[in-house]
């Protein structure tokens, strides 16, 4: 049930699109990467000829007001990397070089399927590490007015449970469930496209943000309803996609989780708030190996080990 083994791709693979907020044409190589290497950015194009490694984990994130960004704008970042996050997260990929040669990454339709697609063209590699575990011990929870998000330990899987609840007809309140898994995020999850509100376009140009955005990327909500000719991609495309956004800011953990997952008009800065109050304490968590199911007696360990690792490893 559990992946035992770790991942990563068969060979590189290469994107070519348009920032969102930035308006910039960017590209982006994702690169296989050797076993525990994680998932990482290689951010180039930098002042001087200068690269900079940067570590996709929470530790890294500097901001999360309109998309998740990590590393340091002054001296290299990359911003709206959730997307992405997500594809590899929802697929079960845990080690990545990803190559980029702008301050953000493309964001394609809008959704995490045009990921999913690259990574197709190429394939994944299972390798001979096994796969650790971030296993959510104790309840965490923090809440913004009445907004909240919380992480519940669930010994079997991670399960996702996100609701919204937006004053407007067009969306409405919106619950989805999910236990993720890579069937499952391809089929309820990954086409998912970011939506915005017409009202808003004008403010967000103004303050140098949604640059890039078009109804070629983004679900555009006026007054009466949806603006995309296409119209919506699942009856509930808005709830979802706040579900693949969480996918991907809370692969930030470094690792894949173990949990329940719940949050309530919640968003990127909350996603980012539970993980800060995850790590907060050693005893929430665990880091779990898991093992090949060997012989009965393993069974209800659901094919899952502990192994006993210094308390500094988040």
Known sequence: ??????????AAVTLVGTGVHSGDEV????????????????R????????????????AVT????????????TGAVATIEHLMAALSGLGIDNV??????PEVPILDGSSAPFIDAIDQVGVAVQSATRRYL??????????????????????AFRLDVEIDFPTPVIGRQRKVVDLSPSVFRREISRARTFGFMRDVEKLWSAGFALGASLENT???????VMNPEGLRYSDEFVRHKLLDAVG??????????????SYCGGHRMNFSVLEALFSNRSNYAIVDAVPRREPAYADLGSVAASVLSPEMH
């Open 135 to 156: 296993k959510v011990l104790k309840p965490v929870r923090i809440t913004q007015g009445k907004a909240f998000a919380e992480l519940l330990p669930n010994d079997r």
């Open 249 to 262: 800011d809370l692969s930030l953990a470094g690792l894949p989780l173990l949990g329940t997952y719940r």
């Open 1 to 10: 049930m559990k992946q035992s083994q770790q991942t990563t791709l068969r």
């Open 219 to 225: 679900v555009a909500i006026g007054d009466d309803g």
């Open 63 to 74: 901001a999360t007001e309109l998309c998740t960004v990590i590393g340091d704008r002054d």
């Open 44 to 59: 180039t194009g930098l002042a001087g000829g200068l690269d900079r490694l940067i570590d996709a984990r929470h530790l």
């Open 27 to 42: 590209k982006m190589i994702l690169h296989p990467a050797e076993a525990n290497h994680g998932i990482a950015f290689l």
């Open 97 to 102: 070089l990803v190559e980029i040669d702008g």
